[in-house]
């Protein structure tokens, strides 16, 4: 069975589909890492035996030491895919050049990379949005896209328009998993 590391920072809601969905039917979660010591999705990697590291990102005075610390974490559990799901930090050179990992991002890429990609991708001119999975490189939402998502802004309330990225993107996020670990 392939092995997986998810990365996450807030509530892991994507983390907790994967863990509903995938876990142990198309692979293994072999650790959950948070950046936040209170992330909400703790409570799901414990519920699912998946054990967690917290890596407080506020304990490092530079980015690159914080990101060393994550790979020697994440090479002790020797995932085969690491997945960003929701995990908000930029990652450098020190993570890029030696972990391969995708990442979940809320906007039809090259649109609006970074962050509130939700708020802009709803204001922008464009009739539809969606969700990109992506591989991680060093430069911020710039690697190559495994796979997107549209989502239709025609007659939705900004609310209704977030929630349906919120469930598409979990759906995308489990596609182009099970893609690149069969494609690697």
């Known amino acids: 069975m392939k092995k997986i590391a998810i990365l996450f920072s807030g509530t892991g809601s994507n983390l907790a589909y994967i863990l509903e969905h995938l876990h142990k039917k198309e692979l293994e979660v072999v650790v959950a890492l948070t ?56 990652l450098t050179t020190v993570f890029t050049d030696e972990i391969k990992a995708i990442n979940l991002h809320p906007s039809l890429l090259p649109r609006h990379k970074g962050i509130q990609a939700i708020e802009r991708s709803y204001a922008d001119e464009f009739d539809i949005g969606g969700v990109s999975v ?17 989502v239709s802004k025609i007659g939705k309330s900004f609310e209704e328009y977030e929630n349906e990225i919120k469930r598409v993107e979990k759906i995308a996020l489990a596609e182009a998993i099970i893609k690149s670990l069969t494609s690697s």
Request: charged share 25%.
């Open 134 to 150: 992506h591989w991680v490189t060093s430069e911020l939402d710039g690697g190559e896209i495994i796979l997107q998502k549209e």
């Open 35 to 90: 950046n936040r010591p209170n992330a909400g999705g703790i409570t799901f990697a414990k519920e699912h035996s998946v054990p967690v590291e917290i890596i407080d990102s506020t304990c490092f005075e530079k980015r690159e030491l914080f990101d060393a610390e994550i790979v020697k974490t994440l090479k002790s559990y020797n995932p085969e895919l690491t997945v960003l799901a929701g995990f908000m930090r930029i």
